[in-house]
């Protein structure tokens, strides 16, 4: 009974210990300097996400927990709501949009026109099943074991009511914004869906009091290998009060 309790308080002080604390930090160096406010532990925050300064590098297999406190103003005149979280980054630093990685259709179509920059419709065949809905973009060069994601070459937002299957099959696709780049007909596509690309510990809505967020993350979006805090307000620039903020992993 005895080796069983005192087991039990071993195996209990390891897990405590086996976290390693990769951030912990009340300092203002945490956040992007031009969004800090004139008095220590201030971020100024609103309609954008303030990323913080580190990268957090991620490990196959590790648990990351990510935790916060913060304070909206009391005398705020709307109700906004705040969120903190973080962005994922490729290995060369390159954010990871929701849409790059979030498949709305695993059936591949083709473009049965090439497409131009300016051009702001597109014309793809063999496309079984695919439904367009608000925030749909199509993903080019797409592959079918998937080895494309996060694919970054991505359409403007495709617009559903504008958009129209034709007598031959073909489905015409009208874009909200004028195509960038240009692509080939026969390319490759797969059915994409924008979202919100940061990943949330939290939100509140209360006004005046402190809140703490903390969330621990098993998983992340394929290709992400490091990642970025971030903070963010629904509404103008506000006075954020900020304390405890750390990432730790094990």
């Not at 957090?56 to 705040?82: C, H, M, Q, R, W």
């Not at 994922?88 to 990871?96: D, Q, V």
């Not at 079984?128 to 998937?146: E, G």
Request: charged share 25%; net charge positive; glycine share 8%.
């Amino acid at each position: 009974m005895k080796k069983t309790v005192l087991s039990l308080v071993i195996g209990a002080i390891l897990s405590l210990t086996a976290a390693e604390v990769i951030l912990d930090s009340n300092s203002s160096e945490i956040w992007d300097k031009k969004n800090l406010g004139e008095t220590p532990n201030i971020v100024r925050a609103g309609y954008a996400i303030v990323y913080g300064t580190q990268f957090i590098p991620v490990k196959a297999g590790t648990k990351y927990t990510v935790s916060g406190e913060f304070k909206l103003p009391e005398d705020l005149k709307n109700t906004v709501s705040l969120y903190f979280g973080f962005m994922p980054f490729t290995a060369e630093g390159k954010p990871i949009s929701f849409a790059s990685i979030f498949l709305q259709s695993n059936v591949l179509g083709t473009l049965a026109e090439e497409i131009k920059p300016g051009d702001k419709k597109a014309l793809v065949k063999d496309t079984k099943d695919w439904k367009i809905l608000p925030y749909s973009q199509l993903a080019f060069n797409a592959k079918a074991d998937k080895s494309d994601l996060p694919n970054f070459n991505l359409s403007p937002a495709i617009l559903p009511k504008e958009s129209t299957l034709k007598e031959d099959g073909t489905l015409e696709l009208v874009f909200k914004d004028p195509s960038k780049k240009a692509y080939p007909a026969g390319t490759p596509v797969r059915l994409h869906r924008a979202g919100n690309t940061y990943v949330y510990a939290g939100t509140t809505k209360k006004k005046g009091e402190w809140v703490k967020f903390t969330k621990t993350f098993t998983s992340f979006y394929k290709g992400c290998t490091q990642f970025k805090l971030g903070v963010n307000v629904t509404g103008p620039k506000s006075n954020i009060e900020y304390k405890n903020i750390s990432v730790t992993a094990e």
